[in-house]
């Protein structure tokens, strides 16, 4: 199986840079994906990381570094509507296609 | 175009009965995926389809989980005898391929009284 580690609950202040961290334990790897979830909404997708390093797209940015088994996504220039649950999820190096999914991080964005 | 659809949104049921969970895919998608996503929690997977075939069912909790999707289009869930601790969000996806980007319909939120 693999362990997925996100912090439980994160708050930023509005226009404010955040990163929320993801670490994870696999006995190999095959993506990694960042979701953002609205309460009662399904996740929407983010991002897609295969290869070390940075992906930027817009006000979000995703970085992976597979030999620490580590990711974050960086929120620039935070809005209200950005809060949400940001799910970090690694694809399921046997079977290639299933994602399993770490707890997520429920962000707050204060005024 | 349009996306992943599920009905119902939402169903309560009562302990014991069986249920039917509806997931229609984005056109032209191959690959169906189900996952069961509890408060608090990220979702879980549960199945994935294929085409019409159950490539992968390792996530059912058990045999009272049951999936098809007989033209490989639509996809229903079914759950027979349920229990409190079925009560979850269910939440389908769809890709065009079995590795490609999955993307989630609205959910059905079932509680089992």
């Known amino acids: 199986g693999q362990n997925i580690d996100q912090p439980t609950e994160m708050t930023a202040t509005e226009g404010a840079i955040v990163q929320i961290n993801c670490t994870y334990q696999t006995s190999g790897f095959n993506g990694l994906f960042w979701y953002q979830q609205h309460a009662g909404e399904a996740p929407t997708f983010l991002s897609y990381n295969v290869l070390d390093g940075l992906e930027e797209k817009g006000r979000f940015s995703s970085f992976l570094s597979r030999s620490k088994g580590y990711s974050y996504l960086l929120l620039k220039e935070l809005q209200m509507k950005d809060s949400a649950s940001y799910l970090c999820a690694v694809r399921d190096p046997n079977s290639g296609y299933a994602l399993n999914f770490g707890k997520g991080t429920s962000l707050l964005v204060t005024p | 175009g349009a996306g992943v659809s599920q009905t119902p949104s939402n169903k309560v049921t009562e302990k014991g009965k069986y249920v039917e969970l509806r997931c229609d895919p984005i056109s032209g998608h191959t690959a169906l995926y189900w996952y069961r996503q509890s408060l608090g929690q990220g979702p879980e997977f549960l199945i994935y389809f294929q085409g019409t075939g159950a490539a992968d069912d390792s996530g059912l909790p058990n045999d009272r989980f049951f999936a098809v999707r007989p033209e490989g289009s639509v996809s229903t869930l079914k759950i027979q005898r349920t229990e409190r601790g079925d009560s979850a969000m269910y939440l389908c996806?769809?890709?065009?391929?079995?590795?490609?980007?999955?993307?989630f319909g609205p959910g059905t939120r079932l509680t089992v009284t």
């Open positions: 996806a769809s890709s065009l391929t079995g590795r490609g980007e999955q993307y």
